[in-house]
């Protein structure tokens, strides 16, 4: 009997990862959308043709118009210009406190599934306790303690979120963690910081990354929220979820006051949203053969 | 007699791939049709395709299967749903994902007969009783109201083919219907098959990969190899005068007792795993509160370097808790087992160690797991899960010695060097247990430890991987634990054998003594579950 394997011809040679994830239509656009999201961030104060406190009250609540492309709200201030500046404080709020809430709950919760025992159940029952408040509720008692302004809000969005993303990396690492790879690797003495970060972590990206997709939408509205009660965003500041909140007078009178906030919203999170799920299929080997082969035809 | 099902010309595509070709045949009533071929050859989607059970995406099926005059190929949901169940019935592979886990047997059994018999509740009782005493499950009226998780895996498969019997229907199609079971189970559910085949006079077609069991149920064969039907004839004919080469090479690659034996050894070699006094007992929560299953009990051996010790248990009898124990992943309560290096010196206790001194022993025992799908990283490149061993213990510095190393690896295991690049869903099933044991050879170790390291493979890969296995333990000397249910592949592999039954030692001696004179009865009963070389349609004219 022989050993010999009749191979099929597969061809092994790989694409870098960048060309795939420009191989898809879909993630280049995406991508654009958000550099240019980006630079808007960057550069808002000299792109804006009005400047954001300009107060015009004879033209209040005018409808958008080649002076006014966005229309103007309540005051007569340009909402274009309001909403370019916005994107600023608004992208950075959101960034920032997704970012403290991913270190912090994929931390806690792959350790906690992994682990498991004891230190597993007193992160699992301080998520629960963070759980059972309301989310505004919560980050309002952290910016109590921490006094009001951006860089408390983006903090307590990130305290507040921390617990969704413990919960999604525990109950993936604690799946993983059981399968025969993992105690392959353990029989052979592999340390476990070691199978946490190599076995572990890329095997649970997928659900992380579609919330970390959600939580950034989420976060913007946080923001919103905590604003509109006078703790976020300090008014005349804008934020894009300020903006919003303010226009809820107007919703019958000046549809552009919530519009174009909003439409700014529904932008940003499209494009994190699609260029998570480009990242994603990338980082997914059985994905990427399939789009390897499909750049190779 | 009759046709219960005649397929002919029938084909199946996926999107522009075609699957399954030109395949005919027909069933008649009161025979059962064996339907033989390797993973990927097409035998389930020929099947599907021929009761209108095909669902998978882009997929088409084209020619005719008429079951009692009714075509099924391109069928309205409304026929279908008037065949299945009643007309044909189905029992599939793994039994404890066909079964709701939520439902009662009662609720499972009865669903057809009141979807197509209208039966009232009561009576539908009645009739689940009646199928539950014929698939033979002890005290059926207390088992009515069981769940699932209730019963052991043979008696699941007993309650689908009560499912599928149900509405007394004139085909039964089973698919791979043994092949999660152990070897004495799975003699259980032939002949149960058999018997109600029997009584009922419907007819059976059966799919398996392995010829053996084919032998046991089948009048005729059809032998598939990737969508073509090589070779179709009687049970008989195929068995001793098979024409196609394929058919030969899966003939061939049936595990028989006393067809191949182990690789000559030196008697005189150093034990190198000692094991004494091994003692293993898990906490378990059960509805009357805690208490603990002790899955080892008292077990004892010893491994000389060289050799292969054979375990063999069904399941549940601990052979799987003794290689956790040796490799650290589950705690003994007590015993203690010293692993000597090649020469037998050296010894080191393995099952009471901790923290570092532990992984340092631990390397020294290798292991591989049974299936090969699992047991490798989705998101690491082969290179990668065979090279972490070696890169965590620090062995080789430099990309050039690792890469050097990976090809020596890859070459031991007969797989080309570019393999190295591809992740693991590219690999078929025995190439991936391939990888798995190429990972096991990179720290040299004293033993390996192969846990059921072939039985989720096709048969005819099977024999491939022992043929590697004995090569490599010839040419590099290796030291084997080989754990395995099926007696057949243990015989073939090992130098010793020890027999295991609910944790307890029932036979420890040399393979040779064992298989001449097996003294336990428990050792017997393994023994004759094992498919017999000759079909059973040969005994009646060998007589």
Not at chain 1, 150 to 164: D, E, K, L
Not at chain 2, 304 to 320: A, N, P
Not at chain 2, 348 to 371: H, L, N, Y
Request: aromatic fraction near 6%; include cysteine; hydrophobic fraction near 45%.
């Amino acid at each position: 009997m022989t050993t010999t394997l009749d191979v099929e011809h597969i061809d092994s040679t790989r694409i870098a990862s960048w060309r795939l994830l420009l191989s898809n239509p879909v993630t280049v656009v995406s991508t654009v959308v958000l550099t240019l999201v980006l630079i808007v961030a960057v550069f808002a104060e000299t792109i804006a043709p009005y400047g954001i406190n300009s107060i015009d009250v004879p033209g209040a609540l005018q409808a958008p118009s080649s002076a006014h492309w966005f229309g103007t709200d309540d005051l007569g201030r340009d909402v274009f210009s309001r909403v370019l500046v916005a994107t600023t404080v608004s992208l950075k709020v959101a960034v920032v406190s997704v970012a403290i809430a991913f270190v912090a709950g994929v931390t806690a919760g792959v350790i906690a599934g992994f682990m498991r025992g004891w230190f597993d159940t007193i992160i699992m029952r301080v998520v629960d306790v963070m759980f059972s408040f309301p989310v505004i509720l919560l980050a309002l008692a952290i910016i109590a303690i921490l006094g009001p302004g951006v860089g408390t809000t983006m903090v307590a969005i990130g305290i507040v979120y921390t617990p969704i993303f413990a919960r999604v990396a525990r109950a993936s690492a604690l799946s993983i963690s059981v399968e025969p790879f993992v105690q392959v690797s353990r029989t052979m003495g592999v340390p476990a910081p070691y199978i946490l970060r190599k076995h572990v972590l890329p095997n649970i990206t997928a659900p992380v990354i579609v919330q970390t997709s959600l939580s950034l939408a989420f976060a913007i509205l946080s923001e919103a929220s905590l604003s509109f009660l006078g703790l976020g965003v300090q008014p005349p500041d804008p934020s894009w979820g300020r903006m919003l909140f303010d226009a809820q007078a107007f919703l019958g009178q000046a549809w552009w006051l919530s519009v174009f906030p909003g439409a700014a919203i529904f932008v940003t999170v499209l494009a994190f949203n699609l260029v998570g799920d480009g990242l994603r299929d990338v980082l997914d080997p059985k994905q990427r053969s399939i789009m390897e082969a499909r750049a190779k035809k | 007699m009759t046709a219960v099902l005649s397929v002919s010309d029938l084909a199946v595509t996926i999107g522009h791939r075609s699957i399954v070709r030109d395949v005919s045949f027909s069933v008649e009533q009161g025979g059962t049709l064996g339907i033989v071929g390797e993973s990927g050859s097409g035998k389930s989607m020929t099947v599907l395709a021929a009761t209108g059970l095909l669902d998978a995406p882009a997929s088409r099926a084209t020619g005719s299967s008429k079951l009692d005059g009714i075509e099924l190929v391109g069928a309205s949901d409304k026929t279908l749903r008037g065949v299945h169940g009643s007309k044909v019935g189905f029992v599939f592979q793994d039994p404890s994902t066909s079964l709701n886990p939520l439902l009662t047997l009662e609720r499972q059994i009865t669903e057809p007969l009141e979807a197509h018999r209208n039966m009232t509740r009561r009576r539908a009782r009645a009739r689940a009783l009646e199928l539950l005493e014929a698939v033979g499950i002890p005290q059926p009226e207390n088992r009515l109201d069981s769940y699932p998780h209730q019963l052991s895996g043979g008696q699941r498969q007993r309650i689908m083919i009560a499912i599928a019997i149900a509405c007394d229907p004139g085909l039964l199609v089973a698919d791979e219907p043994t092949t999660a079971l152990d070897v004495t189970t799975e003699a259980q559910i032939i002949d149960l098959v058999r018997t109600l085949q029997h009584e009922r006079g419907s007819a059976v077609v059966w799919i398996s990969h392995d010829l053996g069991v084919i032998g046991q149920v089948a009048d005729d064969v059809a032998v598939l190899q990737s969508g073509n039907v090589v070779e179709h004839r009687g049970v008989l004919d195929i068995f001793d005068d098979a024409q196609n080469k394929y058919t030969r090479r899966l003939l061939d690659a049936r595990p028989l007792l006393g067809r191949s034996t182990p690789p000559e050894t030196r008697p005189d070699a150093p034990v190198v795993l000692d094991v004494r006094g091994l003692d293993v007992s898990f906490p378990v929560t059960t509805p009357t509160g805690r208490s603990t299953v002790h899955a080892v009990k008292d077990v004892s051996f010893s491994v000389r370097h060289g050799h292969t010790l054979g375990i063999v248990g069904e399941s549940g009898s601990g052979k799987s808790t003794i290689a956790n124990t040796l490799t650290g992943l589950v705690r003994a309560q007590a015993g203690n087992a010293t692993l000597y290096n090649s020469d037998g010196v050296q010894g080191a206790e393995v099952v009471k160690v901790s923290g570092r001194s532990a992984a340092a022993v631990r390397r020294r025992i290798a292991m591989v797991f049974q299936d090969p799908f699992s047991s490798l990283d989705p998101r690491g490149s082969i290179g990668d899960s065979i090279l972490e061993p070696i890169k965590v213990h620090r062995l080789l510095d430099g990309q050039r010695a690792r890469t050097e190393r990976l090809n020596e690896l890859l070459d031991l295991v007969g797989l080309p060097e570019s393999f190295g690049q591809r992740y693991p869903h590219e690999l078929s099933g025995g190439q991936r247990q391939r990888v798995s044991i190429a990972r096991a050879l990179a720290l040299k170790p004293n033993v390996i430890i192969l846990d059921e390291a072939t039985a989720s493979l096709d048969v005819s890969i099977q024999a491939h991987v022992l043929a590697l296995l004995k090569q490599l333990q010839q040419e590099l000397g290796l030291t084997y634990v080989f754990i395995a249910h099926d007696l057949a592949i243990v015989n073939e592999m090992s130098h010793d054998v020890l027999v295991l039954r609910n944790g307890e030692s029932v036979e420890y001696r040399e393979a040779a003594d064992l298989f001449a004179s097996p003294q336990a009865e428990y050792t017997r009963a393994l023994l004759s579950a094992i498919p017999p070389e000759r079909p059973r349609a040969a005994a009646a004219t060998d007589r």
